[in-house]
């Protein structure tokens, strides 16, 4: 049974940072991809970032401010957000895939004020 959990959202203003943090009940490179998505009100989830085959794949809109990285000995996978905007407002997803199924966290929200 795979368990995702994720921890570490909140409320920021414009221009902070927070480091969101998904524990995994085994270890990140243990499966086929593992990453972030995120869902804003009214709007569809969307992939922010990924680690997927070795590599990492992030959305246009986050490249350069957010950086995904993972610790096997903790089964733990960041999302470093840096440089927040209004437009970050999101429930922040933890995914993962394991043999071509798909394993959610609860979400995390990241409110970003002016």
């Known amino acids: 049974q795979v368990q995702l959990v994720e921890s570490g959202g909140g409320l920021v203003q414009a221009g902070g940072s927070l480091r969101l943090s998904c524990a995994a009940s085994r270890r990140p490179t243990s499966f086929n991809a593992m990453g972030w998505y995120r869902q804003a009100p009214e709007k569809p989830r969307e992939l922010v970032a990924r680690i997927i085959g070795g590599g990492t794949n992030y959305a246009d809109s986050v490249k350069g401010r957010f950086a995904i990285s993972t610790d096997n000995a903790k089964n733990t996978v960041y999302l470093q957000m840096n440089s927040l905007t209004l437009e970050d407002t999101a429930i922040y997803y933890c995914?993962?895939?394991?043999?071509?199924?798909?394993?959610w966290g609860q979400g995390t929200q990241v409110t970003v004020s002016s």
């Open positions: 995914h993962a895939v394991l043999n071509n199924r798909n394993y």
